[in-house]
Each structure stands twice: as structure tokens, then as C-alpha cells.
């Protein structure tokens, strides 16, 4: 009984040994270098369509809404995504394989852990770099030149500008002088077309009123005579 108990105990030890190695390699399969070719499952050839006939087929088999049940298909769907993202894209992908061949240099590396590839980009040093070429020193004499041209036509600007203004007051003053002889022509014309309407009018008054008058006096005269006639006659 002792010595069966015993087997039973080492068989208990195996089997746990062998589990624990089991996991330990399965763990240490999981964490090994993966670079993305080998995770989209094609060569480092392969062209864009190969390229994205495999993401397609993969992100298939690995979306998280395919098994619900399996936790583990959301960082590998993860790592298929960041995958396709390197390599669709021409400059990722040559900087991707520039560090595959030369891995020890700096920049960029990948490592795939047990949850998710981790990706280390040169993003911020190509940016860097990118900003750089429009910050370089300019040699003196190329600044001299070109700030001698910015003043000539800063110069020549300002001259345009003066000029325009001056075309511009001048062509005002003229147009005001002309408005004002007009208005001048007018205004005379104006009032000698009223004074010759108001002396008319004043010399025909003075003619009527003249011939009224002769009028009204020989209408007198006329009376005067005809009561010294009667006057006579009576006599």
C-alpha cells in the first residue's frame, strides 16, 4: 500500500514537471522574436498584394469577434494590424528591414511578448530630421544676397505704393476742380437766366404801368373839358 502510494505520488511529480515544462515552452514560444512577416505569414519579398491578401485572411481567423471566448485573439489581432500598418507603406517598410538586417543599431526594434508585439518607431527622430533641412545654416553670402534682393523689392514696393498715392490725390484734385467749375458754370448761368427773367419782367411793368397811366390822365382830361363845356352852355 505504501509502495503504491508512492508511485502514485511520483507519477503526480512527473506528470506536474511535465506540465510546468510544457507551459514554460509554451510560454517561451510565445515570447521568442516574431518579426511581422513571419506574423502575416508570407516571405520578405512578397509584394503589396501578397501583403494584403494575407492581412485579410488573417485578420479573418484573428478578430476578437470570431471567438468571444478567447482573450488572447485581441493582442494577436493587435499585433496583425500594427503588422500590415509597417509593411503597406513603402518607407516603413524598407526602415523595418533595414533594422531586421542591422538590429543592434539604434532606432526602431520589435520584440512580441506573451500580450502584444511591442513596435518602437523612429517617428519622432524622422521628424526631427524633417524639420532639420529647413533650419540649416544658409551660407553668409547667399543670406547677404538674399537680403539685399528682399530690401530692393521691399523698396520697389514702397516706391509703387507712394506713387499710386500720389497718381491717386492728384486724380482727386482734378476731378474735385472740374466738379467745382462746373458747379461754378452752373450756378452763373443760373443766375443770369434769373436776373434776364426779372428785368423783363420789371421793364414790362414799367411799360404798362406808363401807358396806365397816360391813359388815366387823358380819361381826366377828357372829363375836365366836358364839364367846362356844359358849364358854358348853361351860361
Known amino acids: 500500500m505504501q509502495l503504491e502510494a508512492q508511485l502514485r505520488l511520483c507519477q503526480s511529480c512527473i506528470w506536474w514537471c511535465k506540465s510546468g515544462l510544457r507551459m514554460l515552452s509554451h510560454s ?33 481567423k484573428l478578430h476578437p469577434d470570431s471567438d468571444p471566448s478567447n482573450p488572447e485573439l485581441h493582442s494577436q489581432f493587435v499585433e496583425l494590424n500594427e503588422a500590415y500598418r509597417v509593411l503597406s507603406k513603402e518607407l516603413s517598410r524598407k526602415e ?52 539685399k534682393e528682399k530690401r530692393k523689392r521691399n ?51 414799367r411799360v404798362n404801368g406808363f401807358k396806365k397811366q397816360t391813359e388815366i390822365l387823358r380819361q381826366k382830361h377828357a372829363e375836365f373839358q366836358e364839364k367846362i363845356k356844359l358849364g358854358g352852355q348853361d351860361k
Not at 523612429?122 to 547667399?142: G, S
Not at 437766366?193 to 421793364?203: G, V
Open 28 to 60: 517561451f514560444a510565445q515570447r521568442k522574436a516574431v518579426s511581422h512577416y513571419e506574423l502575416l505569414g508570407i516571405k520578405p519579398d512578397a509584394s503589396v498584394d501578397e501583403i494584403k491578401n494575407a492581412f485579410f485572411d488573417k485578420s479573418k
Open 96 to 147: 523595418y528591414d533595414f533594422k531586421l538586417q542591422h538590429p543592434y543599431k539604434g532606432g526602431q526594434a520589435f520584440r512580441s511578448t506573451s500580450s502584444h508585439t511591442v513596435y518602437r518607431s523612429t517617428t519622432a527622430n524622422d521628424d526631427v530630421r524633417y524639420w532639420e533641412q529647413f533650419h540649416q545654416a544658409q551660407p553668409p553670402e547667399a543670406t547677404a544676397d538674399k537680403r
Open 155 to 205: 523698396f520697389k514696393l514702397v516706391i509703387y505704393c507712394v506713387i499710386t498715392m500720389m497718381l491717386s490725390v492728384g486724380a482727386h484734385m482734378i476731378f474735385f476742380r472740374k466738379l467745382e467749375e462746373v458747379h461754378s458754370t452752373f450756378m452763373d448761368e443760373k443766375d443770369r437766366a434769373i436776373t434776364e427773367i426779372y428785368n423783363d419782367a420789371k421793364e414790362r411793368a
